[in-house]
């Protein structure tokens, strides 16, 4: 098993930057490919971004590409989203997600995911 919280959502405003953390533990952490989704109000769950075990690849959305960037710190157990030039539309609840597998954008193939942080953009 594996249990994942996230924090470090909030409300801030248009063009600010966040960033959110996720901190694994109950299986070795450098063995997971580790993902991060959201759900807009009234949306379905997309997927943003997905990181390798090493971290050595990263896979990023269209909607956050140049805006958001996922890294991982495997000592600590812990996977972080800098989100930077945020967007009203970026107001979601946002999840991190983990699988024993590769995986990127599929989130069936995430077996584990957290409680999800709550982001709020302001025009």
């Known amino acids: 098993q594996v249990q994942l919280v996230e924090s470090g959502g909030g409300l801030v405003q248009s063009g600010d930057s966040l960033r959110l953390a996720c901190a694994a533990s109950?299986?070795?952490?450098?063995?997971?490919?580790m993902g991060w989704f959201r759900r807009p109000p009234g949306k379905e769950r997309e997927w943003i971004t997905t990181?390798?075990?090493?971290?050595?690849?990263?896979y990023y959305a269209d909607s956050v590409k140049g805006r958001f960037t996922t890294s991982r710190d495997n000592a600590n157990g812990i996977m972080y989203l800098q989100m930077d030039s945020l967007k009203p539309e970026d107001t979601a609840v946002y999840y991190c997600?983990?699988?024993?597998?590769?995986?990127?954008?599929?989130?069936?193939?995430?077996?584990?995911w957290g409680q999800g942080t709550q982001v709020t953009v302001s025009a």
């Open positions: 997600a983990a699988a024993t597998q590769y995986v990127i954008r599929d989130p069936r193939l995430y077996p584990y």
């Open positions: 109950g299986r070795t952490f450098s063995s997971l490919t």
């Open positions: 990181i390798t075990w090493n971290g050595a690849g990263t």
